[in-house]
């Protein structure tokens, strides 16, 4: 598997800032295409002997604002127990509920966006229901759980120009830790 050519925004740069406009439908033949190629990386960046070999970072998820481009479609590739990767395609995506529980990640969140080590936790939905559309523009509801609520919760942001480091307290970066469940 070759790594497709795609450059991914610093957090230093604006337009990671910028809000994502909706998708209108079909989709072009160049979206399908860095749809796939985002999948891609995202599989690449995952196998370890890809990782070294490209010398990428792991990561599970991918909006095309990362890519400069402000619409709303992310994607993430989540690796499952038996080592099988399932690919999400999420086009305008929305939180239609919501648990009342909270998680954060244990070791801290990170994104291929922000290329430096970041301390403090994240506040996230340990469950979340989405309706969204895929590549054809077929509609479906998804409920994701504990990583993948933090990833789709995390995607999502980025599509509104937030990034997960706006969300940690920087006077107490594990500001109500102990009111949350640790993933």
């Known amino acids: 598997m070759n790594l497709p050519n795609i450059e991914i925004l ?21 979206d399908k295409k860095r749809i796939q190629d985002m999948l891609d990386y995202l599989k690449i960046s995952q ?7 490209y010398n990428l970072r ?3 998820g991918l909006a095309y604002i990362q890519l400069g481009i402000a619409k709303r479609i992310f994607v993430i590739v989540n690796e499952e127990d038996d080592g099988t990767f ?8 929305r939180i239609i509920s919501n648990s009342e529980e909270l998680i954060y990640v244990g070791e801290g969140e990170g994104c291929l ?5 970041t301390e403090g ?18 509609s479906y509801t998804l409920r994701v759980r504990e990583d993948l609520s933090v990833a789709f919760q995390h995607e999502m942001d980025h599509l509104e120009g937030i990034l997960f480091t706006d969300k940690i307290d920087p006077k ?12």
């Open 10 to 30: 610093d957090e230093k740069d604006k337009r990671l800032r910028l809000i994502s406009k909706e998708v209108k439908f079909p989709l072009s033949k160049e």
């Open 47 to 53: 196998i370890d002997e890809l990782r070294e070999k």
């Open 58 to 60: 792991a990561g599970m």
């Open 86 to 93: 399932t690919n999400y395609i999420v086009i305008n995506p």
């Open 113 to 117: 966006s922000i290329n430096r080590d």
């Open 121 to 138: 936790i994240v506040p996230r939905y340990a469950r979340i229901t989405v309706e969204a559309y895929d590549i054809d523009g077929k």
């Open 172 to 183: 107490n970066p594990y500001k109500n830790a102990n009111m949350m469940r640790e993933i």
